[in-house]
């Protein structure tokens, strides 16, 4: 039988963690395995960053385990408040947020694309290599295409 513990992460490699227990007297983790939720097939990753709060389990001895999640914090808050989204943010600070059947993507770029109502909408600049086919109504504001200026809504 072993046990869960919290601790700060204080070194990585590869898919393995160090953890530094300060309710342990700060004792130091050997290397643990991070939890994934899928190896094979339909391949996940992600390992936790130096300084961040996680939840470990370890065996009776301390010697061998896996840290299982990340735990957010006064210092280091969640970035929604919500039962029903789902919230990712990437160190470049780009975001995915998927809520209420709506997904939104903000990409540190300065592109945000949108799928929501049965519409795919693009804020930014957008450009397409190859064949563009439109099926359906097509509204043209202030546009030039082929250098002839378009008159429209």
């Known amino acids: ?8 992460v204080v070194a990585g490699r590869g898919s393995q963690v160090k953890v530094r227990f300060d309710e342990s007297d700060g004792v130091i983790s050997p290397w643990i395995d991070v939890a994934q939720p899928s190896t094979i097939g339909k391949r996940s990753y992600r390992r936790f960053k130096k300084g961040e709060l996680v939840r ?7 010697e061998t ?16 408040d919500s039962d029903d989204v789902i ?10 947020v998927w809520q209420s059947g709506s997904i939104t993507v903000d990409h540190a770029s300065g592109i945000v694309v ?3 109502d049965g519409k795919a909408i693009f804020d930014g600049n957008v450009e397409i290599t190859g064949n563009l086919s439109v099926d359906g109504q ?14 429209g809504d």
């Open 138 to 151: 097509t509204t043209l504001k202030d546009t030039t295409i082929n250098g002839i200026r378009q008159v």
């Open 56 to 62: 470990c389990y370890l065996d009776r001895k301390g």
């Open 1 to 8: 039988m072993g046990t869960l513990k919290r601790g700060i």
């Open 87 to 96: 919230h990712e943010v990437m160190p470049d600070g780009s975001t995915l």
């Open 65 to 80: 385990g896996e840290a299982l999640y990340a735990i957010y914090n006064e210092e280091n808050p969640a970035p929604a």
């Open 114 to 116: 949108t799928l929501t």
